[in-house]
């Protein structure tokens, strides 16, 4: 499977995970009480923190979510499909 592809199917993750945030605050908030809704906000920062550590260019160490390296540099909810530092295609399978 390709670095473009796991990082497609991951994207799609997030999204549903943050389209039901709602509803797991409220379960984590009944669970826990008033630290549940904490535990919910930093389980929605992880999912996001994750993307930007977890899917790496392998020739440049790029995230494949941001669009170049450098100090303006901009980053998206979906992948890249070329890397943007060194033009690697991340949608071919190594």
Not at 2 to 25: D, E, P, Q, R
Not at 41 to 66: K, N
Not at 70 to 78: D, K
């Amino acid at each position: 499977m390709s670095l473009y592809l796991k990082a497609w199917l991951f994207a799609a993750w997030t999204a549903i995970v943050a389209i039901t945030l709602v509803y797991w605050i409220t379960f984590l908030m009944e669970l826990l009480g008033g630290v549940g809704f904490l535990v919910g906000i930093v389980i929605a920062a992880g999912h996001s923190l994750v993307a930007f550590f977890a899917f790496e260019c392998p020739e440049c160490g790029l995230t494949i979510f941001q669009s170049r390296k450098g100090f303006l540099s901009t980053f998206s909810l979906w992948p890249n499909r070329k890397c943007g530092h060194c033009g690697r295609d991340h949608s071919l399978v190594d």
